[in-house]
């Protein structure tokens, strides 16, 4: 009995770290966090989904797999070639023996080294334009998001899921799958080597493979929920930067820097305690894998050398000195993809936990569509009609209530009213930004519902209070979706709007650079180059929701004499709180709590001394009271 005591040994401590981990495994069964709240997509469906990507690139593949096929034999050949070496060793042997088998595995070595570069470099190529495509069909969708949707959607979780989790997911092509492949073929390969070898010395190693199949479907639970934990809290920490990085000097203005200085902190603090949690998980399973390996070699060293010292034979299996040494090198190359297995098995992990955000965002159906019977619209005279349109952002809390109204070809038509009357969003629905819950809206006698999106909002150009530039500069500021448009285009726009004045006054004109949000431009200078870049689209419908807002008196002359010019163009629809802004539109529409209370031109409202003319009273004593 007391022989076989340091196995014994080895077998408590297996035991006793077997039911610890099979207890942490029942306790986290049983806890339950926010993460665990979210969408649990099955690994089968996220492989599914992602050998889509990897489709069209399967000769690449399977390239890199005959590649590796070769890169396997060193694996396999090198313990039987330098156990060979250990044998002539120990007995007499010519020179040229010990050569051709030094040779032998210099050169089997050198064959896996151009197999293993090769294997490499075609992975990574294929990799990047699977992560292209990937970011590129995420953009795409979303894109597609309605309105409201991308409302409910903080900019710096998108931003995550463009930028930093298909980076997971690439790792994935490039190095976890044929990792995974050629470590579970080098296994396979080194048992059957092994069982050839001595299959006595083979069935010991392969007592501790249920252990390792155990704490790998073990870590397996904790790995996904640390990898989760990673993602939301990298997740929360953009969305934190993105919108106070843009809000930093509204920060400033209310000194307000500590406090949001340990909002970061704390944000950061989790990320951190994340990541930390993910290290500890891993930090236990690879070593629990090392102690397997190491206890495997204890058993050989003890049983091979009780063997070879006493002559002891085990099933009839002959233990000499090769067969230890080839088959120490056996268990480091049966046990080391196990521990590699480990490494890439959370790493894939963390590819399945990133895939599963994006493909969250991705599985959202768009709430605005179009119908499977929607046309092009080649041409738009204008002509717009509400018939009883109720609108809602949110269930029964109505903003629009059975609003109708009628608009003419080429006419200019004002909104006016109290804040949340329902003005801007006449006008988003116009455009399709949002669905109505009942009524119809008719472009041209056509449900816009009928109506390709696309092709009806090319027809629109829509100048809104808060510009927004991108980066870049003024010249592809005004274009933005036109090509094929010269230089002369370009001026004669920015004449027609009057925004050739301080544009010709820049050192470098429509080459000056736009900096972020256009922040190096006065709010007038942004709004005229909107008009530019409506005017030189050509729309049929102009939208101008509060373009007069918040400029000078200069500016809003250079404005309001655009706004002249502009209404040759098109149909004119205008939000405005400044009376004086619309008092010349062909017809004025005044909302009160999403109903319309009047309507008429300037002249027959005020005659009505109704809203209209006490509105109008109110802001023209106002006036009058700043010019005295």
Not at 585 to 600: A, F, T, Y
């Amino acid at each position: 009995m007391n022989e076989y005591l340091p196995v014994l040994i080895v077998g408590a401590i297996i035991g006793v770290f077997t039911i610890l981990f099979l207890i942490a495994y029942w306790v986290l069964r049983k806890m339950k966090d926010n993460s665990e709240k979210e969408r649990n997509m099955p690994d089968g469906e996220i492989v599914r989904r992602l050998m889509r990507y990897a489709r069209p690139y399967w000769k690449n593949f399977v390239l890199v797999f005959f590649v590796m096929v070769f890169s396997i034999v060193y694996d396999l050949v090198s313990p039987l070639i330098i156990g060979r070496i250990q044998g002539l060793i120990k007995n007499d042997f010519e020179l040229h023996q010990l050569y051709v088998m030094v040779g032998i595995y210099a050169g089997i070595l050198v064959v896996s080294m151009v197999c293993t570069y090769l294997q490499a470099m075609i992975l990574q190529k294929t990799g990047q334009k699977i992560l292209s495509q990937i970011r590129l069909d995420v953009f795409t969708h979303i894109e597609k998001l309605s309105h409201e949707q991308l409302n409910d959607i903080p900019v710096g979780k998108l931003v995550t899921r463009v930028s930093n989790d298909p980076d997971a997911i690439s790792y994935m092509f490039t190095n976890i799958l044929v990792t995974l492949a050629k470590n579970s073929m080098v296994i396979v390969g080194v048992l059957g080597a092994m069982l050839m070898l001595n299959y006595a010395l083979t069935l010991m190693v392969l007592c501790f493979v249920p252990f390792v199949v155990l704490f790998t479907v073990i870590f397996r639970k904790f790995s996904r929920k640390v990898h989760r934990q990673v993602n939301n809290a990298t997740t929360d920490l953009n969305t934190y930067l993105s919108e106070n990085l843009s809000g930093m000097k509204i920060t400033q203005i209310f000194n307000r820097e500590e406090q949001k200085m340990n909002d970061f902190l704390s944000r950061s603090r989790n990320l951190e305690k994340a990541k930390l949690n993910r290290m500890f998980v891993f930090g236990i399973f690879q070593p629990m894998v090392y102690m397997l390996y190491i206890s495997s070699n204890l058993c050989l060293f003890y049983f091979g050398a009780k063997g070879y010292i006493k002559d002891i034979h085990y099933f009839g299996q002959v233990i000499d000195s090769s067969v230890m040494v080839s088959f120490y090198m056996y268990i480091s190359r049966f046990f080391n993809p196990i521990q590699t297995l480990a490494e890439q098995f959370d790493m894939l992990q963390r590819s399945f936990a990133a895939a599963e955000k994006i493909f969250t965002i991705m599985d959202m159906e768009p709430e605005v569509v179009d119908a499977p019977d929607a046309i092009e619209l080649s041409e738009l005279r204008g002509e717009i009609e509400f018939k009883d349109v109720w609108f809602c952002y949110k269930p029964d809390e109505w903003v629009l209530k059975g609003v109708s109204f009628h608009v003419e070809p080429k006419q200019t038509v004002a909104f006016v009213g109290s804040t949340g009357s329902g003005k801007t969003t006449i006008l988003s629905l116009i455009c399709r930004n949002y669905d109505i819950q009942k009524g119809q809206i008719l472009i041209d006698g056509i449900d816009i519902r009928k109506i390709k999106i696309s092709s009806l909002r090319q027809h629109f150009g829509q100048m809104l209070q808060d510009v927004f530039l991108f980066s870049g500069d003024i010249r592809s500021n005004i274009l933005l979706r036109k090509e094929d448009v010269t230089d002369e285009e370009v001026w004669e726009a920015c004449r027609y709007v009057n925004a050739d004045a301080f544009i010709g006054k820049l050192e470098s004109g429509l080459d000056e650079a736009v900096r972020e949000r256009g922040n190096n431009f006065s709010a007038g200078q942004r709004q005229l180059l909107s008009f530019a870049r409506t005017i030189i689209h050509k729309p049929s419908v102009m939208i101008l929701d509060e373009a007069t807002a918040n400029i000078d008196t200069e500016t809003e002359l250079l404005i309001q004499d655009s706004l002249e010019k502009m209404k040759n163009i098109g149909t004119m629809l205008i939000v405005a709180h400044r009376l004086s802004t619309i008092q010349h539109s062909d017809n004025i529409i005044l909302l009160s709590h999403g109903k319309i209370v009047e309507q008429g031109n300037h002249q027959q409202l005020l005659s009505q001394r109704g809203k209209y003319y006490n509105l109008y009273t109110l802001q023209y004593n106002k006036q009058q009271l700043q010019n005295s």
